[in-house]
């Protein structure tokens, strides 16, 4: 390819990306590749597959901004079947691990659909409010509560309460935002409230114990409590400006578990101190509202949908995450977004702000 070729792929490429939230987002991988080169014990290996699973979800994220918001709409009906058959799929022939049937062998590989579901749900509800926009009545809310049940409740057997909490909040996300009344939200709230003791009784026994961890980690220190124990010290022993990078005790010595997934804040935080977490947390916060702002300025009721519940997807991921690594919440198994490391949830997340930049440089009106 020539070099004039080559410029007009490129400048066709970047017409479609919104440049502030790039340079957000590569400043918070930048940020995530040093705390994960720290928390695998300076591994050239782990080093090596984090760069590439940055690599493929920054080309993903490039392919899908390119993608015009009328053309992702209509991705929006079979992928949620498409997810939905894979999840069933999942209750029949699911592979067990760690005695959660999540994963779908498919000879040459094994997928986990519950990623999948994470857009293709959001797509479903925002294609479906989008086409009955002229006449939204209290049905169609009732449908797409129904479309969110059905994957909500085929997670939750599996059983994966983290993720299908996420789906839940998701889902309701974009009811929220087509304008679900005040009235009905505070009467679902109640219901749940209502409903805990049920909720409770349902419960795995490894889940409740999990709950009752977080009020009392020193009943089981070395069992149950030790994730939440560990992850508070090494927060804590970061003090104002941290011990400084690579230099963590807790992490170097291997205190903290599942310190590059899961835990990679207990160890940010230790190594970087209380201002590097805030200041971490003030850049999450500018992404969200970025975020928040292409959707007010989206053209289309399906683009103000899919931005909105973007947005509010990635900061709930970062409540949750950070919420449970500081001790404020159950232990549930979520990744801190686009620091932890792991190339399934980066893409997944990455197709999302790939939609984001779409959302804000096509200014095309879908049809109704």
Known sequence: MNQPAI???????????????????????????????????????????HLTNIAVAMAVLLLVANIPPH???????PLYALALALLVGVALFGEIRNGS????????????????????????????????EAALRLKHFGVAALLILVPFLLILRQPDLGTSMLIGASGFYILFFAGLSWRIIAGLGLAGARALPVVWNLLHDYQRQRVLTL???MSDPLGAGYHIIQSTIAIGSGGA????????????????????TDFIFAVFSEEFGLLGA??????????????????ELAPSLFARLMAGAISMNFF????VNMGMVSGILPVVGVPLPLMSYGGTAMVTLMIGFGMLMSMATHRKLLKT
């Open 101 to 132: 049937r999540r994963w779908l062998p498919l000879g040459f590989t094994s997928i986990q659909p519950s990623e999948l579901m994470k857009i293709a749900l959001p797509l479903m509800l925002a294609w479906y409010f989008q086409r009955h």
């Open 7 to 49: 410029k007009r792929v490129v400048l066709g490429v970047s017409r479609h990306v919104d440049t502030l939230l790039l340079v957000l987002l590569v400043i918070l991988l930048a940020a995530s590749t040093a705390t994960v080169f720290s928390a695998s014990g300076e591994s050239a290996a782990r080093l090596a597959g």
């Open 241 to 260: 400006f941290g011990k400084g990078w690579l230099s963590g005790t807790q992490n170097q010595l291997d205190f903290v578990p599942e310190r590059t």
């Open 278 to 295: 805030l200041l971490l947390l003030l850049l999450y916060l500018a992404i969200v509202a970025r975020g928040l702002r292409i959707a």
């Open 215 to 217: 009020f009392d980690p």
């Open 71 to 77: 053309i992702l709409a209509k991705l929006g009906p």
């Open 316 to 319: 709930t991921y970062i409540f």
